[in-house]
């Protein structure tokens, strides 16, 4: 059984410059969670998608938006970067939505804006 | 709103001595709660959630609703143990949205 994945590990942008952060879910997990974690903080849920759809959104603005794919990838893009940006973007997956079932993450992805 | 709190960023506990790592939450239904714990290069896992009731790497926690604490206990430190621990809470969202802790960085001294 495969992990949760997720690339690139690290990447350097401009502030102001767009990126894309990948994400493959653990096989027969539908279910897609997307969390950043600055310096010191534990991770902040930013949006989890299930079957394609955004089901719930944290408390981030529309600059951060998603995707989910058939095979239940996933994308996180990222617009007009800002410094603060700067954070470990950690994706999750779950075999369904809801209560009860246990999120599984991958090993995250470093973004550093300068 | 929800929130969860770890009052230390950093405890040091000998080998063999008993460890608590403290996690209070704020929620106004019936929360979930977990302990996850992220050991030197390797990647955020589950160690227990509340509503299991098991001792996982001899780790128990239990879920106070009076002083709503979620502590995590062991009764003897290993080395192993040593790692990040974050606590974290899910509520009545729909979708298991997870409410973390800032984490406390918990060290065994052999």
């Known amino acids: 059984e495969t992990g949760v994945t997720q690339s690139p590990t690290h990447l350097i942008k401009t502030r102001g410059q767009q990126v894309t952060l990948r994400c493959s879910s653990q096989s027969g997990h539908n279910t897609v969670s997307w969390y950043q974690q600055a310096l010191g903080q534990g991770p902040q849920f930013i949006f989890q998608y299930y079957r394609e759809e955004e089901n719930g959104r944290g408390n981030f603005p529309p600059r951060f938006s998603g995707l989910q794919f058939p095979n239940y990838s996933s994308e996180l893009n990222v617009n007009a970067l800002e410094l603060d940006d700067s954070a470990l973007y950690l994706c999750?997956?779950?075999?369904?939505?809801?209560?009860?079932?246990?999120?599984?993450f991958g090993p995250g992805t470093r973004l550093t804006v300068t | 709103a929800q929130r969860v709190t770890q009052p230390e960023k950093l405890l040091s506990v000998f080998k063999g001595a008993p460890v608590e790592l403290k996690c209070n939450y704020s929620?106004?239904?019936?929360?979930?709660l977990f302990w996850y714990v992220q050991y030197s290069r390797q990647r955020l896992q589950l160690l227990l959630r509340h509503i299991s009731r098991e001792s996982i790497k001899g780790f128990t926690a239990d879920l106070n609703k009076g002083e709503t604490s979620f502590h995590l206990k062991k009764p003897f430190a290993q080395e192993e143990d040593s790692a990040m621990y974050y606590c974290?809470?899910?509520?009545?969202?729909?979708?298991?949205?997870?409410?973390f802790g800032t984490g406390t960085r918990l060290t065994i001294i052999p």
């Open positions: 999750a997956s779950s075999p369904r939505t809801g209560r009860g079932y246990e999120q599984y």
């Open positions: 929620y106004s239904g019936s929360p979930e």
């Open positions: 974290a809470l899910s509520g009545n969202f729909g979708n298991e949205k997870l409410t």
